[in-house]
Protein backbone atom coordinates (compact mmCIF):
# COMPACT_ATOMS: atom_id res chain seq x y z
CA UNK A 1 0.00 0.00 0.00
CA UNK A 2 1.09 3.46 -0.97
CA UNK A 3 2.56 5.18 1.61
CA UNK A 4 1.46 9.04 2.16
CA UNK A 5 3.00 11.88 3.31
CA UNK A 6 3.75 15.92 2.79
CA UNK A 7 6.37 17.82 0.65
CA UNK A 8 9.15 18.74 2.94
CA UNK A 9 10.19 17.36 6.36
CA UNK A 10 12.78 15.97 8.06
CA UNK A 11 14.58 12.39 9.29
CA UNK A 12 15.97 13.25 13.03
CA UNK A 13 17.28 10.28 15.13
CA UNK A 14 14.35 8.42 16.20
CA UNK A 15 15.44 6.93 19.23
CA UNK A 16 12.25 4.67 19.56
CA UNK A 17 14.28 1.72 20.29
CA UNK A 18 14.95 2.40 23.59
CA UNK A 19 11.38 1.96 24.76
CA UNK A 20 9.28 1.14 22.06
CA UNK A 21 8.99 -2.93 23.48
CA UNK A 22 8.46 -1.98 26.96
CA UNK A 23 4.93 -3.14 27.81
CA UNK A 24 2.91 -0.76 29.51
CA UNK A 25 3.44 -0.49 33.62
CA UNK A 26 1.09 1.29 36.19
CA UNK A 27 2.89 3.97 37.86
CA UNK A 28 2.03 4.00 41.76
CA UNK A 29 0.36 7.27 42.39
CA UNK A 30 2.29 9.63 44.90
CA UNK A 31 0.93 10.19 48.65
CA UNK A 32 0.52 14.07 47.54
CA UNK A 33 -1.05 14.35 44.29
CA UNK A 34 -1.54 17.59 42.55
CA UNK A 35 -4.21 18.94 39.93
CA UNK A 36 -3.29 22.64 38.30
CA UNK A 37 -6.37 24.16 37.15
CA UNK A 38 -5.07 24.72 33.65
CA UNK A 39 -4.83 21.93 32.16
CA UNK A 40 -6.03 22.91 28.45
CA UNK A 41 -6.44 25.35 26.38
CA UNK A 42 -9.01 28.37 27.79
CA UNK A 43 -9.96 29.09 31.02
CA UNK A 44 -8.62 27.42 34.27
CA UNK A 45 -11.19 25.25 35.61
CA UNK A 46 -13.08 26.18 38.85
CA UNK A 47 -12.55 24.35 41.88
CA UNK A 48 -16.29 22.74 43.36
CA UNK A 49 -14.24 21.23 46.85
CA UNK A 50 -12.96 22.43 49.87
CA UNK A 51 -9.65 22.12 52.50
CA UNK A 52 -10.76 19.16 54.60
CA UNK A 53 -13.03 17.54 51.98
CA UNK A 54 -12.83 14.29 51.68
CA UNK A 55 -12.90 13.11 47.39
CA UNK A 56 -13.49 10.02 45.53
CA UNK A 57 -11.38 8.53 42.72
CA UNK A 58 -12.97 9.40 39.55
CA UNK A 59 -14.80 12.84 41.67
CA UNK A 60 -15.13 16.37 39.95
CA UNK A 61 -12.91 18.49 41.87
CA UNK A 62 -13.02 21.21 39.39
CA UNK A 63 -15.51 22.39 36.56
CA UNK A 64 -14.86 23.91 33.32
CA UNK A 65 -14.72 27.79 33.68
CA UNK A 66 -16.20 28.57 30.55
CA UNK A 67 -17.01 27.17 26.99
CA UNK A 68 -13.37 26.63 26.24
CA UNK A 69 -12.09 24.79 29.17
CA UNK A 70 -12.24 21.86 30.94
CA UNK A 71 -13.16 19.49 34.17
CA UNK A 72 -10.80 18.15 36.34
CA UNK A 73 -10.96 14.93 38.50
CA UNK A 74 -9.17 13.15 41.06
CA UNK A 75 -6.94 10.11 39.92
CA UNK A 76 -6.71 9.08 44.00
CA UNK A 77 -9.13 8.74 46.76
CA UNK A 78 -8.20 11.34 49.90
CA UNK A 79 -8.30 14.57 51.20
CA UNK A 80 -7.88 18.37 49.95
CA UNK A 81 -4.80 19.60 51.50
CA UNK A 82 -5.36 22.91 50.43
CA UNK A 83 -6.31 24.92 46.91
CA UNK A 84 -2.59 26.70 46.48
CA UNK A 85 -0.36 27.96 43.65
CA UNK A 86 2.09 25.27 42.12
CA UNK A 87 4.62 24.94 40.10
CA UNK A 88 4.18 23.79 36.33
CA UNK A 89 6.91 21.63 34.07
CA UNK A 90 6.73 25.02 32.13
CA UNK A 91 8.15 26.75 35.05
CA UNK A 92 4.84 29.00 35.37
CA UNK A 93 2.50 28.90 38.50
CA UNK A 94 -0.83 27.68 39.01
CA UNK A 95 -3.33 27.15 41.44
CA UNK A 96 -3.56 24.23 42.18
CA UNK A 97 -5.72 21.14 44.08
CA UNK A 98 -3.60 19.28 46.63
CA UNK A 99 -5.39 15.89 47.61
CA UNK A 100 -3.20 13.77 50.37
CA UNK A 101 -3.96 10.28 48.74
CA UNK A 102 -5.06 7.42 51.18
CA UNK A 103 -3.52 4.85 49.38
CA UNK A 104 -7.78 3.24 49.69
CA UNK A 105 -8.22 3.68 45.57
CA UNK A 106 -12.08 4.22 46.59
CA UNK A 107 -14.04 5.10 43.79
CA UNK A 108 -17.30 7.18 43.04
CA UNK A 109 -20.13 5.46 40.66
CA UNK A 110 -19.51 5.16 37.28
CA UNK A 111 -22.24 4.96 34.26
CA UNK A 112 -21.59 2.93 31.48
CA UNK A 113 -23.73 3.38 28.31
CA UNK A 114 -24.13 1.97 25.04
CA UNK A 115 -23.50 4.01 22.57
CA UNK A 116 -26.55 2.72 20.29
CA UNK A 117 -28.93 4.06 22.98
CA UNK A 118 -26.93 7.82 23.14
CA UNK A 119 -27.99 10.78 21.03
CA UNK A 120 -25.33 12.97 19.37
CA UNK A 121 -25.70 15.64 22.36
CA UNK A 122 -25.63 13.21 25.63
CA UNK A 123 -22.28 11.76 23.40
CA UNK A 124 -21.04 15.12 23.50
CA UNK A 125 -22.02 15.82 27.35
CA UNK A 126 -20.17 12.73 28.79
CA UNK A 127 -17.17 14.00 26.62
CA UNK A 128 -17.58 16.85 28.13
CA UNK A 129 -17.92 15.76 31.71
CA UNK A 130 -15.22 13.42 31.22
CA UNK A 131 -12.76 16.45 30.73
CA UNK A 132 -11.55 15.36 27.69
CA UNK A 133 -8.52 17.26 26.03
CA UNK A 134 -6.41 16.54 23.37
CA UNK A 135 -3.37 14.37 24.79
CA UNK A 136 -1.27 15.12 21.93
CA UNK A 137 -0.13 18.61 23.71
CA UNK A 138 -2.58 21.27 22.22
CA UNK A 139 -5.09 20.47 25.24
CA UNK A 140 -8.10 21.76 23.38
CA UNK A 141 -11.11 20.69 24.80
CA UNK A 142 -12.27 17.38 22.59
CA UNK A 143 -15.86 18.31 22.81
CA UNK A 144 -15.45 21.77 21.45
CA UNK A 145 -13.34 20.36 18.99
CA UNK A 146 -16.12 18.18 17.67
CA UNK A 147 -18.79 20.99 17.89
CA UNK A 148 -18.00 22.57 14.70
CA UNK A 149 -19.99 25.24 13.13
CA UNK A 150 -21.61 22.71 10.31
CA UNK A 151 -20.88 19.07 10.97
CA UNK A 152 -22.35 17.50 8.16
CA UNK A 153 -19.67 19.26 6.11
CA UNK A 154 -16.99 16.86 8.30
CA UNK A 155 -15.77 13.68 5.82
CA UNK A 156 -13.14 12.82 7.76
CA UNK A 157 -11.74 11.63 11.15
CA UNK A 158 -7.96 11.05 11.45
CA UNK A 159 -6.56 9.47 14.77
CA UNK A 160 -3.32 10.63 15.19
CA UNK A 161 -1.28 7.70 15.44
CA UNK A 162 1.77 9.04 13.64
CA UNK A 163 4.09 10.11 16.86
CA UNK A 164 6.90 11.84 14.50
CA UNK A 165 8.53 12.92 17.84
CA UNK A 166 11.53 11.44 18.78
CA UNK A 167 11.88 9.00 21.91
CA UNK A 168 7.80 9.15 22.14
CA UNK A 169 6.42 5.62 22.15
CA UNK A 170 3.48 5.67 24.46
CA UNK A 171 0.95 5.97 21.36
CA UNK A 172 2.28 2.86 19.50
CA UNK A 173 2.36 1.00 23.37
CA UNK A 174 -1.53 2.08 23.01
CA UNK A 175 -2.37 1.07 19.81
CA UNK A 176 -1.21 -2.28 20.45
CA UNK A 177 -2.26 -2.98 24.15
CA UNK A 178 -5.52 -0.80 23.95
CA UNK A 179 -6.66 -1.46 19.83
CA UNK A 180 -10.10 -2.25 20.40
CA UNK A 181 -10.72 0.78 22.72
CA UNK A 182 -9.92 2.68 20.23
CA UNK A 183 -11.76 1.39 17.27
CA UNK A 184 -14.63 1.74 19.82
CA UNK A 185 -13.34 5.38 20.65
CA UNK A 186 -13.38 6.29 16.95
CA UNK A 187 -16.62 4.84 16.55
CA UNK A 188 -18.19 7.28 18.97
CA UNK A 189 -16.69 10.27 17.46
CA UNK A 190 -18.05 8.73 13.96
CA UNK A 191 -21.62 8.67 15.10
CA UNK A 192 -21.42 12.47 15.43
CA UNK A 193 -20.64 12.61 11.72
CA UNK A 194 -22.87 11.38 9.77
CA UNK A 195 -21.08 11.87 6.46
CA UNK A 196 -17.80 11.00 8.18
CA UNK A 197 -15.13 8.43 7.60
CA UNK A 198 -12.36 7.19 10.22
CA UNK A 199 -8.84 6.51 9.60
CA UNK A 200 -6.05 5.73 12.00
CA UNK A 201 -3.31 7.01 10.81
CA UNK A 202 0.23 5.74 11.46
CA UNK A 203 3.78 5.85 9.89
CA UNK A 204 5.39 3.07 9.08
CA UNK A 205 7.95 2.34 11.18
CA UNK A 206 5.26 1.33 13.46
CA UNK A 207 4.51 -2.03 11.21
CA UNK A 208 3.66 -4.46 14.48
CA UNK A 209 0.89 -1.24 15.05
CA UNK A 210 -0.34 -1.20 11.54
CA UNK A 211 -0.73 -4.88 10.97
CA UNK A 212 -2.83 -4.68 14.10
CA UNK A 213 -4.94 -2.08 13.44
CA UNK A 214 -5.40 -3.05 9.94
CA UNK A 215 -6.98 -6.85 11.59
CA UNK A 216 -8.82 -5.08 13.91
CA UNK A 217 -10.59 -2.74 11.35
CA UNK A 218 -10.91 -5.51 9.17
CA UNK A 219 -14.36 -5.61 7.11
CA UNK A 220 -15.42 -2.39 8.70
CA UNK A 221 -17.16 0.27 6.00
CA UNK A 222 -16.38 3.73 7.86
CA UNK A 223 -13.10 2.57 9.13
CA UNK A 224 -9.52 1.83 7.54
CA UNK A 225 -5.84 2.41 8.53
CA UNK A 226 -3.84 4.94 6.21
CA UNK A 227 0.18 3.94 6.34
CA UNK A 228 2.27 7.20 6.69
CA UNK A 229 6.11 7.52 5.46
CA UNK A 230 8.01 8.43 8.27
CA UNK A 231 8.96 11.82 8.41
CA UNK A 232 9.13 14.64 10.98
CA UNK A 233 6.56 16.36 11.66
CA UNK A 234 4.39 14.05 9.80
CA UNK A 235 2.26 14.13 13.12
CA UNK A 236 1.33 17.83 12.84
CA UNK A 237 -2.31 18.41 12.51
CA UNK A 238 -2.02 20.66 8.79
CA UNK A 239 0.74 17.64 7.78
CA UNK A 240 -1.31 14.78 8.43
CA UNK A 241 -4.52 16.22 6.60
CA UNK A 242 -2.32 17.15 4.03
CA UNK A 243 -0.86 13.42 3.80
CA UNK A 244 -4.35 11.48 4.71
CA UNK A 245 -6.39 13.40 2.49
CA UNK A 246 -4.31 15.88 0.13
CA UNK A 247 -6.39 18.99 1.53
CA UNK A 248 -4.02 22.06 2.85
CA UNK A 249 -4.85 24.18 5.42
CA UNK A 250 -2.98 27.72 6.92
CA UNK A 251 -2.86 29.45 10.28
CA UNK A 252 -6.21 31.20 9.66
CA UNK A 253 -8.40 28.04 9.54
CA UNK A 254 -9.38 25.21 11.20
CA UNK A 255 -9.41 21.37 10.09
CA UNK A 256 -13.35 21.46 10.12
CA UNK A 257 -12.64 24.23 7.52
CA UNK A 258 -11.43 21.58 5.04
CA UNK A 259 -13.93 18.75 6.12
CA UNK A 260 -11.20 17.13 9.39
CA UNK A 261 -10.94 16.34 12.53
CA UNK A 262 -7.90 15.32 13.61
CA UNK A 263 -7.58 13.38 17.42
CA UNK A 264 -4.43 11.74 19.47
CA UNK A 265 -4.38 8.13 20.09
CA UNK A 266 -4.86 8.39 23.97
CA UNK A 267 -7.88 11.02 22.91
CA UNK A 268 -9.89 8.89 20.90
CA UNK A 269 -8.77 6.41 24.08
CA UNK A 270 -10.03 9.11 26.67
CA UNK A 271 -13.00 9.61 24.73
CA UNK A 272 -14.73 5.34 24.78
CA UNK A 273 -13.40 5.90 28.55
CA UNK A 274 -15.78 8.69 28.89
CA UNK A 275 -18.67 7.99 26.65
CA UNK A 276 -18.16 3.89 26.94
CA UNK A 277 -17.59 3.54 30.31
CA UNK A 278 -18.43 6.66 32.08
CA UNK A 279 -15.08 7.16 33.91
CA UNK A 280 -13.34 10.72 33.41
CA UNK A 281 -10.09 10.83 32.41
CA UNK A 282 -7.65 10.14 35.37
CA UNK A 283 -4.84 8.62 33.42
CA UNK A 284 -2.64 8.48 30.53
CA UNK A 285 0.01 6.83 29.07
CA UNK A 286 3.71 8.09 28.80
CA UNK A 287 7.03 7.31 27.96
CA UNK A 288 10.12 7.85 30.20
CA UNK A 289 13.28 7.65 28.09
CA UNK A 290 16.50 9.27 26.98
CA UNK A 291 20.41 8.17 27.35
CA UNK A 292 19.96 9.10 31.07
CA UNK A 293 17.52 7.06 31.80
CA UNK A 294 18.25 3.45 33.65
CA UNK A 295 15.13 1.85 32.27
CA UNK A 296 13.52 3.58 29.95
CA UNK A 297 9.92 2.54 30.13
CA UNK A 298 6.24 3.21 29.01
CA UNK A 299 4.06 3.86 31.92
CA UNK A 300 0.52 4.55 32.78
CA UNK A 301 -0.02 7.11 35.22
CA UNK A 302 -2.46 8.71 37.65
CA UNK A 303 -2.39 12.67 37.05
CA UNK A 304 -1.35 14.78 39.46
CA UNK A 305 1.75 12.37 39.93
CA UNK A 306 5.28 13.62 39.80
CA UNK A 307 7.57 13.68 36.87
CA UNK A 308 10.61 12.59 39.82
CA UNK A 309 8.43 9.59 40.75
CA UNK A 310 8.05 8.68 37.22
CA UNK A 311 12.32 8.78 36.78
CA UNK A 312 12.74 6.97 40.02
CA UNK A 313 9.59 3.68 39.01
CA UNK A 314 11.85 4.17 35.50
CA UNK A 315 15.10 3.08 38.04
CA UNK A 316 16.35 6.41 38.17
CA UNK A 317 18.93 8.45 35.99
CA UNK A 318 22.39 7.76 34.97
CA UNK A 319 24.99 9.78 36.53
CA UNK A 320 23.69 13.05 36.46
CA UNK A 321 21.94 14.27 34.02
CA UNK A 322 22.16 17.69 32.11
CA UNK A 323 19.17 17.97 29.97
CA UNK A 324 15.01 16.97 31.25
CA UNK A 325 12.41 17.59 28.68
CA UNK A 326 8.95 17.49 28.88
CA UNK A 327 7.60 16.11 25.05
CA UNK A 328 9.60 15.20 22.85
CA UNK A 329 13.38 16.42 21.75
CA UNK A 330 11.64 18.71 18.67
CA UNK A 331 8.74 20.38 20.43
CA UNK A 332 9.02 19.90 23.97
CA UNK A 333 10.40 22.03 26.65
CA UNK A 334 13.54 22.28 29.30
CA UNK A 335 12.64 21.59 32.64
CA UNK A 336 14.40 22.97 35.42
CA UNK A 337 12.77 20.53 38.08
CA UNK A 338 11.09 17.31 38.48
CA UNK A 339 8.92 18.18 41.06
CA UNK A 340 5.91 19.21 39.68
CA UNK A 341 3.36 17.19 38.34
CA UNK A 342 2.09 15.48 35.18
CA UNK A 343 -1.07 16.45 33.36
CA UNK A 344 -3.48 15.73 30.63
CA UNK A 345 -0.85 17.01 28.22
CA UNK A 346 2.41 15.27 29.71
CA UNK A 347 3.43 12.70 27.08
CA UNK A 348 7.00 12.00 27.87
CA UNK A 349 10.05 12.97 30.34
CA UNK A 350 13.37 12.86 28.52
CA UNK A 351 16.32 12.82 30.13
CA UNK A 352 19.88 13.08 28.23
CA UNK A 353 22.76 12.58 30.83
CA UNK A 354 24.97 15.31 28.11
CA UNK A 355 23.49 18.38 26.23
CA UNK A 356 25.32 18.74 23.49
CA UNK A 357 22.73 21.74 21.81
CA UNK A 358 24.14 24.43 24.97
CA UNK A 359 27.41 24.40 23.59
CA UNK A 360 26.50 24.50 20.14
CA UNK A 361 28.38 27.75 18.86
CA UNK A 362 26.48 29.48 16.61
CA UNK A 363 28.01 31.14 13.08
CA UNK A 364 26.71 32.81 10.08
CA UNK A 365 24.13 31.95 7.45
CA UNK A 366 25.90 30.39 4.55
CA UNK A 367 22.54 30.54 2.51
CA UNK A 368 22.10 26.84 1.74
CA UNK A 369 18.26 26.64 2.07
CA UNK A 370 18.68 23.45 4.29
CA UNK A 371 15.84 25.01 6.73
CA UNK A 372 13.89 25.93 4.10
CA UNK A 373 14.21 22.44 2.42
CA UNK A 374 12.83 21.01 5.74
CA UNK A 375 10.13 23.28 6.34
CA UNK A 376 6.89 21.91 5.84
CA UNK A 377 5.04 25.55 5.47
CA UNK A 378 7.33 25.85 2.70
CA UNK A 379 8.54 29.29 4.36
CA UNK A 380 11.93 30.77 3.96
CA UNK A 381 12.85 30.47 7.79
CA UNK A 382 16.37 32.04 7.56
CA UNK A 383 14.91 34.99 6.27
CA UNK A 384 12.14 35.08 8.82
CA UNK A 385 14.49 34.74 11.69
CA UNK A 386 16.75 38.01 10.52
CA UNK A 387 13.22 39.67 10.65
CA UNK A 388 12.56 38.22 14.08
CA UNK A 389 15.83 39.17 15.55
CA UNK A 390 15.67 43.32 14.44
CA UNK A 391 11.78 43.35 15.46
CA UNK A 392 10.71 43.96 12.42
CA UNK A 393 7.11 42.37 12.77
CA UNK A 394 5.93 43.83 9.53
CA UNK A 395 8.31 42.27 7.71
CA UNK A 396 8.06 38.85 9.41
CA UNK A 397 4.33 38.88 8.60
CA UNK A 398 4.17 40.29 5.27
CA UNK A 399 6.48 36.84 4.91
CA UNK A 400 3.79 34.87 6.28
CA UNK A 401 5.60 34.02 9.61
CA UNK A 402 2.72 33.00 11.19
CA UNK A 403 2.20 30.06 9.46
CA UNK A 404 5.22 29.00 11.51
CA UNK A 405 3.77 25.57 12.97
CA UNK A 406 7.20 25.72 15.75
CA UNK A 407 8.30 22.05 14.96
CA UNK A 408 11.69 22.78 14.81
CA UNK A 409 12.83 21.15 11.06
CA UNK A 410 14.65 24.42 10.87
CA UNK A 411 17.22 24.93 13.45
CA UNK A 412 17.65 21.04 13.18
CA UNK A 413 18.70 21.29 9.54
CA UNK A 414 20.77 24.53 9.91
CA UNK A 415 24.27 23.79 9.81
CA UNK A 416 25.06 27.17 11.27
CA UNK A 417 23.62 26.09 14.62
CA UNK A 418 21.04 29.18 14.26
CA UNK A 419 18.39 29.01 16.54
CA UNK A 420 16.07 29.46 13.67
CA UNK A 421 13.15 28.05 15.56
CA UNK A 422 13.14 30.36 18.88
CA UNK A 423 13.51 33.46 17.43
CA UNK A 424 10.13 33.10 14.94
CA UNK A 425 8.23 31.51 17.92
CA UNK A 426 9.16 34.70 20.15
CA UNK A 427 8.12 37.18 17.12
CA UNK A 428 5.16 35.13 16.21
CA UNK A 429 4.50 35.61 20.49
CA UNK A 430 4.72 39.29 20.26
CA UNK A 431 2.59 39.51 16.44
CA UNK A 432 0.08 37.72 18.13
CA UNK A 433 -0.16 39.57 21.32
CA UNK A 434 -0.44 43.11 19.26
CA UNK A 435 -3.08 41.82 17.30
CA UNK A 436 -5.34 40.57 19.98
CA UNK A 437 -4.72 44.28 21.69
CA UNK A 438 -5.85 46.04 18.82
CA UNK A 439 -8.92 43.87 18.55
CA UNK A 440 -9.49 44.25 22.30
CA UNK A 441 -9.01 47.92 21.45
CA UNK A 442 -11.20 48.06 18.46
CA UNK A 443 -14.20 45.84 20.47
CA UNK A 444 -13.78 48.26 23.00
CA UNK A 445 -14.39 51.96 21.32
CA UNK A 446 -17.17 50.26 18.96
CA UNK A 447 -19.18 49.45 22.21
CA UNK A 448 -18.24 53.41 23.26
CA UNK A 449 -19.41 54.20 20.07
CA UNK A 450 -22.50 52.41 20.18
CA UNK A 451 -23.05 53.61 23.87
CA UNK A 452 -22.97 57.15 22.52
CA UNK A 453 -25.46 56.84 19.99
Not at 106 to 126: M, V
Not at 194 to 204: H, L, P, V
Amino acid sequence: MRKRTFKGGIHPFEGKELSREQKTVMLPADEEMVFPLSQSIGAPSKPVVAKGDHVLRGQLIAEPGGFVSSAIHSSVSGTVKTIEPRTLATGGKCMSVIIENDGKEEETEFHPASLETLTKDEILQRIRDGGVVGMGGAGFPTAVKLTPKNPDKIDTVIVNGAECEPYLTSDFRRMLEDGEALVQGLQVILKLFDNAKGYFAIEDNKPEAIAHMQELTRGMDRISVVPLKTKYPQGGERTIIKAVTGRELNSRMLPADVGAIVDNVDTVYSVKRAVLDGMPLMERIITVTGDGVKNPQNMRIHLGTSYASALKAAGGSVGTPEKYISGGPMMGFSMYSLDVPLVKGSSCLLVFEKDPVSRLQETACINCCRCSAGCPEHLLPARLADFAARGDLPSFEKYHGLECVECGSCSWSCPAKRPLTQLMKSARRQLLAEKKKAAAKAKAAGKAADKNG
